[in-house]
């Protein structure tokens, strides 16, 4: 069967990083290898379409007004739609892209992925009440309208079924992907630190997240007290940008931990591979709603292990792997001790070889992209 589908985004990853957006571009570059035909649409620059290799254009800048962009949107729709028949598949990324087009996408196959819960996310993040409550309005909206939902874990097909009402018969679970072979480089750990500049002295704790709230950076910096007074040397660095940096900045100033917790600021994608590889673990900290937890897999991918926090999509991916790298509890007494007893030896710890193995098997991109055509096809057919 020959797919045709319209892939409706957020922005293109290498313009704006984020997981859905990284989500997003692998999906539709792994898709057309599989012989799936996309149309992609999302907002960004005009060059959109020359660094996607054709794969997605713009119809709109990420920073115009929020009328504008709609408008802009069905515009760029239009054509495709008018030129392929009902058969023909429409799938959302990003539930508010796909409002303009909502008429077309309830006489059509419909697919939407559920990558987080865009209003609840807001309200942990700190949005005002009003504005929170319209995003789950805009969510329900276009939801309630598809065939069936792709949802990244078990944890977040609950939420889709129980906070925003969609039927669980039409939930299919599959989780992110990753690009293995790029992650599973050849450099040794001290390799990796040289080429970054990273002490090799050390023992090294890696977290790479955006610098917001609900991902538990707060508690990773409290944890860092308990780690340091059984592993003295410890240096645990934080990669990524964010709106909390100051608040960051100051709580590991206020807990002396200068020498312990750095914040290394924004680190390239490109880099990403080596970073992974020069720690001797990584950390997910997070404290509510993880869907899937592509960095999870990534530093797995590159040979490290992973400690994360017992919450949604984390648990899921450690726990049929290295159930002993799960905290006990998503707190800064729970992460600095299992950080700890890693490190020094009181628990397993799988090696290289096994992490890129277990990411390589199940999470690489020609897994999922398999999965996720399979539900296409369903819906079409």
């Known amino acids: 069967m020959t797919l045709e589908t319209l892939q409706i985004g957020m922005e293109w990853f290498s313009e704006r990083p984020g997981g859905l957006n990284r989500v997003y571009a692998h999906l539709l570059a792994e898709l057309d290898q599989q012989g799936v035909k996309s149309e992609g649409l999302v907002s960004g620059s005009p060059d959109v379409e020359r660094i996607s290799r054709g794969l997605a254009r713009a119809f709109a800048r ?63 993040e700190g949005a005002p009440r009003v504005t929170a409550w319209m995003k789950e309005m805009i969510e329900r909206r276009v939801y309630h309208a598809a065939d069936a939902a792709i949802v990244l874990s078990s944890a977040f097909a609950e939420i889709l079924a129980m906070d925003l009402g969609f039927p669980r018969e039409r939930i299919h679970v599959i989780p992110g992907g990753v690009e293995a072979a ?28 955006r610098l917001v709230r609900r991902v538990g950076l707060e508690l990773l910096i409290d944890s860092a007290v308990e780690l340091r007074s059984r592993v003295p040397d410890v240096l645990v660095c934080i990669a990524g940008s964010g709106s909390i940096r100051g608040e960051l900045e100051a709580r590991i100033a ?38 899937f937890g592509l960095i999870t897999v990534e530093s797995l991918a590159a040979g490290t292990a992973c400690v994360v926090t017992p919450v949604d999509g984390l648990r899921e991916i450690v726990e049929p792997f290295a159930p002993q790298l799960i905290t006990t509890s998503a707190t800064a007494s729970a992460i600095g001790d299992t950080l700890a007893r890693a490190l020094l030896g009181e628990v397993t710890v799988p090696d290289a070889r096994a992490c890129a193995e277990y990411a390589r098997t199940q999470f690489d991109w020609p897994v999922i992209a398999t999965q996720v055509r399979h539900v296409y096809e369903q819906v079409v057919a």
């Open 62 to 124: 990420p920073g115009d007004r929020l009328p504008h962009r709609l408008r802009a949107l069905r515009r760029a729709a239009m054509p495709w739609l008018q030129a392929h028949d009902e058969h023909a598949l429409i799938v959302s990324h990003f539930a508010q892209h796909a409002l303009p087009v909502l008429d077309f996408a309830r006489r059509r196959p419909f697919v939407v992925h559920f990558q987080g819960p865009w209003g609840q996310e807001s309200r942990l």
């Open 254 to 291: 206020e807990r002396q931990l200068g020498d312990t917790v750095r914040l290394l600021g924004f680190v390239p994608d490109a880099h990403l591979p080596q970073a992974y590889r020069a720690a001797n673990l990584s950390v997910v900290p997070t404290i509510a709603l993880e869907g």
């Open 182 to 209: 790029r992650f599973a480089i050849t450099d040794s750990r001290e390799q990796a630190r040289a080429t970054l500049g990273w002490p090799t002295d050390r023992p090294i704790v890696l977290c790479v997240r």
